[in-house]
């Protein structure tokens, strides 16, 4: 198929290299909020070559979205592939959760065929949520990765993930060993690290299903591969820390059991972050290391409220995450209007520039590709979302009615939107929907 390598789309087009601080005045459009109604968005070969009000010659193929939102592509900095079976399921808290629902599904992702269709169901739906980047959870299975990794490939996304490490405290079907652990790892490592717009993420699941010589593996396997990843979870849930209390006596934390294994560093992302100490936050500091935070899943699950606006303000690094399963929906939009209500029930306010920024340059610079993705900016990968104000005599086409300012229509538009008015997904300026 031949694809044309000149693309112009055109629309309302923003683009949000830094939020306002916290607390500033909304009538105005921050310094760092790019916004361009009515104006193309010029891609040349998959990445964004210029931004203009006039439309291009003819050498360039023209989408015309006018009174359409064009945002970059969302960036999810934690997200579990083989949980979109479990999404919603009842009445439990995370350990329950886990044994009841996660592991059972995973178990089934040992047969390569239920592998290959989930992930490529997974990849479809991150799409078809406006999400074109996103650091990913397959299982410990090796084939996990591999299809995940595939599918990814296929469409040229930008992905991050790695097997999961777990040799304790699960089904046996899940588990694996610090010998099988490494090999498979390595393996991995050599077929896809660096292949295309991938990269490879030692999965750590929590510190309870790892011994400390797994753990040590991971710290070693981190150090001895410049540019790849290290997620896991961290002080999500108050029972879950109790335990990893119990089955880490010599750790000052939770936290400090990654610390002492070499597993903190800028290319280290920790989901939930829930139950930290002031000791815990400067270490992060120090460290580089990345909260994911994860509204939907923390409310959901009930594991408690995360403060983002304490966390920024001691320079601790985010992320904003689904973490489906335990969150409720693929969707970064619907998952920032949950981040505004957890803030809101601590006394904060996030507006609506901080939340889109988390979503798009805020994540690409946590996993350290803000030169890449999350922007609109010349150079820049052009993987973009076109989306919908609103669906004609919808209530949030009424309430947009109404909106004085960009920050009120923004707003607005994050609480009352969903993906169901995305238009279009395109990765590396190919539509993909």
Not at 14 to 19: E, K, T, V, W, Y
Not at 52 to 59: F, K, L, N, R, T
Not at 115 to 138: D, I, K, N
Not at 371 to 388: T, Y
């Amino acid at each position: 198929m031949n694809t044309p390598q000149r693309i112009a789309l055109f629309g309302d087009v923003l683009d949000i290299a830094s939020p306002p601080p916290a607390g500033a005045p909304l009538d105005a459009i921050p310094d760092g909020v790019h916004w361009h109604p009515d104006h193309w968005l010029l891609i040349e070969n998959g990445r964004v070559h210029a931004l203009q009000a006039e439309a291009p010659d003819a050498s360039w193929t023209r989408h015309e979205h006018r009174g359409h939102l064009i945002l970059p592509g969302f960036v999810d900095t934690h997200v579990h592939a083989p949980q979109l079976d479990v999404i919603a399921s009842y009445g439990t808290e995370l350990l329950d959760w886990l044994n009841r629902y996660t592991f059972p599904t995973e178990l089934a992702w040992a047969d390569p065929a239920v592998a290959q269709a989930g992930c490529e169901a997974f990849v479809r739906q991150l799409l078809r949520h406006g999400t074109t980047s996103a650091l990913v959870f397959p299982t410990v299975h090796k084939g996990s990765v591999d299809a995940l990794f595939t599918a990814a490939q296929a469409r040229g996304m930008r992905l991050l993930a790695g097997k999961c490490l777990m040799d304790r405290h699960a089904p046996p079907g899940l588990l694996d060993t610090v010998a099988s652990a490494e090999r498979d790892s390595l393996d991995l490592i050599q077929r896809w690290h660096g292949q295309g717009r991938l990269a490879y993420a030692h999965t750590v699941r929590f510190a309870p299903t790892s011994t400390e010589a797994q753990l040590a593996l991971a710290g070693e396997l981190l150090a001895a591969h410049p540019g790849t990843y290290l997620q896991t979870h961290v002080a999500e849930n108050r029972a879950e820390v109790e335990w990893v209390r119990h089955l880490f006596p010599h750790a000052r934390s939770y936290l400090d059991v990654y610390a002492q294994h070499e597993l903190l560093g800028p290319h280290s992302v920790l989901a939930h972050g829930i139950w930290l100490d002031p000791d815990d936050r400067a270490r992060l500091q120090d460290t580089g290391a990345v909260i994911a935070h994860c509204p939907t899943s923390n409310t959901f699950l009930g594991s408690g409220l995360f403060d983002w606006r304490g966390n920024a303000e001691r320079g601790v690094r985010l992320g904003m995450a689904t973490d489906v399963g335990g969150g409720t929906s693929l969707s970064l939009q619907r998952t920032l209007a949950q981040a505004y209500q957890v803030a809101a029930l601590q006394g904060q306010r996030l507006d609506a520039y901080t939340l889109l920024h988390s979503a798009t340059a805020g994540n690409a610079e946590a996993l350290n590709l803000g030169h890449e993705i999350g922007r609109l900016a010349p150079g820049h990968v052009a993987d973009v979302g076109v989306w919908r104000w609103a669906d004609e005599d919808s209530l949030l086409a009424q309430r947009l009615g109404r909106a004085q300012t960009l920050h009120e229509k923004l707003f607005a538009w994050l609480m009352l939107g969903d993906e169901r008015l995305l238009v279009q997904t395109h990765v590396a300026g190919l539509p993909q929907l």
